[in-house]
């Protein structure tokens, strides 16, 4: 689980930056974290916008440790119970997007008894869509979570053939069955490739963003924003997300065009 706890902070900053830019206050980023039931105590965590600034959400992340020895059950179903139940009382307009990013367990072949890694898989695949993220980089989680991202929101990546989703199936596996036991590592698991591929989910995460340069231009507020949330991304560990990801693209580009605003150059110097 380290590397994608260690990822967690490029992403959110992105989520961050995207949120804002796009929706400026209409959409707020909610955190659970889960650990194992025999963890005992403080099992699911939260951090919400909501209650807490960004950058009590991003001590939260860096608070969060690898944690147990990938032993089961874990407690995504306490967590996705806990979501459910902030969202409960929102009214009927209020949408809910739950993203995971989940390291597979894995698997002991000296340990029969050992959750097999496609179960995970087979679970996962149940409740949506499952990303296999092969290249487990800061980068490469990242940009599938921004692209998964994205592209829910009606934006196309040019990445998208870097990354898969898959699905286990099985025909005896009944998700409605409250006491179903997960079937081991054996023939009737099929597991399935399709390319990554998404549609936008609902009208509510839908914005034009061809008005974005318009808006930069004639809205000072907006453009000192724009400078501010820039000026976050100018590090080594952040800077690359200007070439894949498209909101941040489009706004460079309109940056890179005021050539005599003095902004540009405190940008320019911080790398």
Wanted: hydrophobic share 40%.
């Amino acid at each position: 689980m380290g590397r994608y706890i260690s990822s967690l902070a490029a992403t959110i900053r992105q989520v961050f930056a995207v949120i804002k830019l796009l929706f400026r206050g209409r959409v707020k980023l909610h955190v659970v974290s889960y650990k194992d039931y025999c963890d005992g105590k403080l099992v699911v965590t939260h951090c919400s916008q909501r209650t807490h600034s960004n950058k009590q959400i991003l001590d939260f992340f860096a608070a969060l440790v690898p944690h147990g020895g990938g032993d089961i059950p874990e407690a995504i179903k306490t967590a996705l119970n806990f979501v459910h139940s902030t969202t409960r009382p929102r009214t009927t307009s209020t949408h809910c997007l739950a993203i995971g990013d989940i390291e597979a367990n894995p698997f002991h072949s000296n340990l029969a008894e050992v959750h097999d890694m496609a179960q995970s898989v087979l679970f996962y695949s149940a409740m949506g869509p499952v990303v296999l993220v092969e290249n487990e980089s800061t980068t490469e989680i990242t940009k599938a979570t921004m692209g998964l991202l994205l592209q829910l929101m009606g934006h196309k990546v040019e990445f998208a053939s870097q990354f898969t989703c898959v699905t286990v199936d099985d025909a005896k596996f009944d998700v409605g069955t409250e006491n179903y036991v997960f079937p081991s590592m054996d023939t009737r698991l099929a597991f399935t490739k399709y390319p990554f591929q998404f549609t936008p989910l609902c009208m509510h995460m839908l914005e034009d963003v061809s008005q974005l340069p318009v808006l930069f231009e004639s809205n000072d507020t907006y453009q000192n924003m724009v400078y501010t949330i820039f000026g976050a991304f100018f590090t080594p560990a952040n800077v690359l997300a200007l070439t894949y990801n498209p909101i941040l693209a489009k706004l460079w580009r309109v940056i890179c065009r005021r050539r005599l605003d003095p902004r540009n150059l405190l940008l320019s110097v911080k790398l």
